[in-house]
């Protein structure tokens, strides 16, 4: 019913910056908070930003200052800049959305994941 399709992971030098994208289709009536996570290998995955319907957001303290997450409802899509990049942000990045479909559920789906790379 719905899908999400990530786009802008990849390699960069530490201190370089990437902006991730997220982009939801299907049939969506609305769409609640949005949110990125990412998961380092051996690690759990973790909270890394979220963004509320009314533009609330929320940040990690690790990255605090240096990412930041806005949404674009018209075209149910969020978005994640990322500057000052560290070899420790390194990690498969999911973006998350709160959907509610035409049938009024409401439900969370997740993107298939971006690899974003910090190393020289």
């Known amino acids: 019913q719905v899908q999400l399709a990530e786009s802008g992971g990849g390699l960069v030098q530490p201190g370089g910056s990437l902006r991730l994208s997220c982009a939801a289709s299907?049939?969506?009536?609305?769409?609640?908070?949005m949110a990125w996570y990412r998961q380092a290998p051996g690690k759990q995955r973790e909270l890394v930003a979220s963004?509320?319907?009314?533009?609330?957001?929320n940040y990690a303290d690790s990255v605090k200052g240096r990412f930041t997450i806005s949404r674009d409802n018209a075209k149910n899509t969020v978005y994640l800049q990322m500057n000052s990049l560290k070899p420790e942000d390194t990690a498969v990045y999911y973006c998350n959305m709160g959907v509610e479909v035409l049938s009024r559920i409401r439900l969370s789906y997740w993107g298939q994941g971006t690899q974003v790379t910090a190393s020289s």
């Open positions: 299907g049939s969506i009536r609305s769409t609640n908070t």
């Open positions: 963004i509320t319907s009314g533009g609330s957001e």
